[in-house]
């Protein structure tokens, strides 16, 4: 038989054992911030949310705070499985290249090479079918679809074409009439498909096309 005074000194005393210090029994210690429990595909369910912020409000307005709560995530989940804003856009819309990638690209040289570095990078990506069909599906939508055509927009230029520009000193305006230039070379070649644009050999169409594109970088 044992004695009263052997059991469990905590016993009686308003604590569950294990809990913390000073905490009554029965409350449920609050969730840290983190990933979610269990099964759920909480990085597919962030993309699906972005998805919908990206569309309503745009690029340029969306957050990733505004992402995580249509999600309903911590903010922090959304920097662990994208980094950055452009990050989740990247992967929402499944486009083939990460602006934190291709800025550094285009920025490793000097401003009078640029012209061609964007050239090549650009033209490159599309030579491949699959890295060219999210590009020209969203391209499509975004001649028909006002919203996409904004978000597109803002996109491209916040995300890499302003912050070119502004690494090398060169107005928007410039910056943009390059990438429209090579915008329609990529319509007619992968589009359109006219001859013997369509065909032509990369690097010959990179070295056709790059002192165009530094032209409209440079002013002259």
């Known amino acids: 038989m044992t004695s009263g005074g052997g059991g469990d000194a905590r016993a009686g005393s308003g604590t569950v054992p294990g809990a913390d210090e000073g905490k009554p029994a029965g409350e449920t210690p609050k969730r840290r911030p983190g990933r979610r429990p269990g099964l759920v595909d909480t990085r597919g369910e962030i993309l699906t949310a972005a998805r919908e912020v990206f569309a309503a409000k745009g690029f340029d307005k969306a957050t990733i705070r505004g992402i995580a709560r249509e999600a309903k995530v911590d903010p922090a989940l959304v920097h662990h499985y994208f980094a950055s804003k452009e990050g989740v856009f990247v992967a929402a819309m499944e486009l083939p290249a990460d602006p934190s990638q291709v800025v550094p690209l285009l920025l490793d040289g000097p401003r009078e090479e640029c012209g061609e570095r964007l050239t090549r990078?650009?033209?490159?990506?599309?030579?491949?079918?699959?890295?060219?069909?999210?590009?020209?599906?969203?391209?499509?939508?975004?001649?028909?679809?006002?919203?996409?055509?904004?978000?597109?927009?803002?996109?491209?230029?916040?995300?890499?074409?302003?912050?070119?520009?502004?690494?090398?000193?060169?107005?928007?305006?410039?910056?943009?009439?390059?990438?429209s230039q090579l915008f329609g070379v990529v319509l007619v070649r992968h589009v359109l498909q006219l001859e013997p644009l369509a065909s032509v050999d990369l690097e010959e169409l990179v070295k056709l096309v790059a002192p165009t594109i530094q032209r409209y970088i440079d002013g002259t």
């Open 121 to 179: 990078f650009v033209l490159t990506m599309v030579s491949d079918p699959e890295r060219r069909s999210p590009v020209m599906a969203l391209v499509r939508t975004a001649m028909t679809n006002e919203r996409t055509a904004v978000m597109m927009r803002e996109f491209m230029f916040e995300a890499v074409l302003g912050k070119v520009g502004a690494a090398f000193g060169v107005p928007p305006l410039r910056m943009e009439a390059a990438f």
